[in-house]
């Protein structure tokens, strides 16, 4: 899955005027929220490295999530737009979609990934 996919299917479900830039910062806040929750977390492969997108991102540029996540970043564009554009109401229906799609991916990922053992913290 790429940039181009998920921009796609967010403005066919949305219509907005916000620039591709801010829609991809919004992709690149997402992807770094999963990689500091979950890939540092859980043992991973050390190909995965943090994402890092900017306007000059190619569009075919892929992403963390596999396609089956997708509805993860369309959501979430969504949403981010209902709030710069303070429709609150919009905005709490897109994240509650939102949260419910990142929980199904935040289970997925545990299950196919062992997390790393939390470290004992011992004072003397």
Aim: charge should be negative.
């Amino acid at each position: 899955m790429n940039i181009n996919d998920v921009l796609a299917q967010a403005d066919g479900m949305k219509t907005n005027m916000m620039p591709r830039q801010m829609k991809v910062a919004f992709i690149e806040e997402l992807d770094q929220k999963i990689y500091h929750e979950l890939v540092l977390t859980h043992f991973h492969s050390p190909f995965i490295k943090m994402p890092q997108y900017d306007r000059e991102s190619d569009e075919g540029t892929e992403l963390l999530l596999p396609e089956r996540f997708k509805m993860v970043y369309v959501y979430w564009i969504m949403t981010r737009i209902d709030q710069y554009n303070q429709e609150t109401e919009k905005e709490n229906n897109n994240r509650a979609r939102f949260e419910n799609e990142y929980e199904q991916m935040s289970d997925w990922w545990t299950r196919t990934h062992r997390p790393i053992p939390a470290r004992p913290f011992f004072r003397i």
